[in-house]
């Protein structure tokens, strides 16, 4: 693997550019992302988990970041793409992704969303809830199509990770309950469906976990699933999608697993119990999302106001905050920074990162060891690229951050920074009357 991080000139190096040329070049706050990161993130999970199994799939989950460009990187990759919405879907499509290849999701899709699916020939919707597989079913029909139909059960076991991006527990909103007394006549009504193909389980643990045993326990429960339907219906479950949820480095350079950790034990539990149960092993999805972009996106900020509290403690404050990165306001992420352009000095203060919206709660980082600063220094935060720019809001009106695609040697801007006026072309005023 390439070092990313060479430190030439005293400036922080992010994928071979130096990071304050960067903030020269296109401003600040940056969201910056590595095509070439996300490019190797691809092809590692290609060599560990789709070369070894070609009925397998890897899903790309767009929630983490997207855009029309990511679409065409995912597309160049044989990758499918996770989608949650109409949103999604549409900027999939914008992009000319293979639809056969989108997995639809969602815990409350709407009817509007599942026309859309349906007529556009999504390759498999993901269905939550019963009464949503009658719509499915009712849409199919009135359009003459045949859907394919995965069923998300919730595997009620417990991933260790925030409870707020913990999905796999009983009490969840998403899925159906996998010790379920309907499930029997619900996959039923889909087998039995002219409009429906029964294609198999989905379920999803949690995210940013570091652990390969909860996998295993979810699997385990899932085949006794699988099982229970072939003694009923006589039917092969073609395909299990497993999620995403594997864990990135944030703030600890020790806790990155490699996808092997993930995927061979996904895999041996798989097959150890398709043995036990004398089951056919199915294509087996998995739906990556910070996996891949985490780590291949930083943030660019500028320093501002620096503010000692004596004896209590210093902030620096930086030109974004809460609005491009909600993640440490709304389940306590933690994150690494450097100052870009004194990379090479040692770190001698410790300062809290301030974000400038109007929010107590806005703090990016606590307690960053860091070089002295002054106010126009530059911080880049790292490992933003998942879950930033996909959650960024314009609270407090702020503008969100341009997006700036790095490949080789070049930067390209793929995303303009939003502008004052281009947060007010959707209002209108009126006369008061
Ligand atoms: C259904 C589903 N699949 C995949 C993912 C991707 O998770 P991660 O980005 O942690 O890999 C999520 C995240 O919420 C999800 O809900």
Known sequence: MKDHRKNPNGHYHFSGHDTTVLAKKY????????????????????????????????????????????????????????????????????????????????????????????SAGVGTIVADYEEEIDIIEEKAKELDKVVNVILRV???????THKHIMTGQKDSKFGLPIENKAMLRIIGKIHSSSALAFKGFHFHIGSNLYENEIYRRAIERVMHLIKLIKEHFSIDTEELNVGGGFGIVYDDENQRKPISFYVDAIMDEIQQQCRAHALKIPSVIIEPGRWIVGEAGITIYEIGAIKEIPGVRKYISVNGGIADNIRPALYNAKYDAVIANKNDQEKIATFSVAGKCCESGDILIHDLKAPEVERGDLLVVKSTGAYNESMASNYNRLPRPAVVFLKGNASKLMAKRETYESILQRERLAELS
């Open 154 to 160: 919730v595997p009620e076991v417990e991933g260790k």
């Open 27 to 118: 401003g600040t706050p940056l969201y910056v992302m590595s095509e070439d990161l996300i490019r190797e993130r691809m092809d590692i999970i290609h060599e560990a988990f789709l070369k070894p199994y070609p009925k397998n799939k890897a899903a790309y989950a767009s929630k983490a970041y997207l855009s029309m460009h990511m679409c065409r990187i995912v597309e160049n990759k044989g990758f499918h793409l996770d989608v949650v919405s109409g949103g999604e879907l549409y900027t999939a499509m914008q992009a000319d992704f293979p639809v056969e290849k989108i997995i639809f999701h969602g815990n409350n899709k709407s009817i509007d969303e599942i026309v859309m699916a349906v």
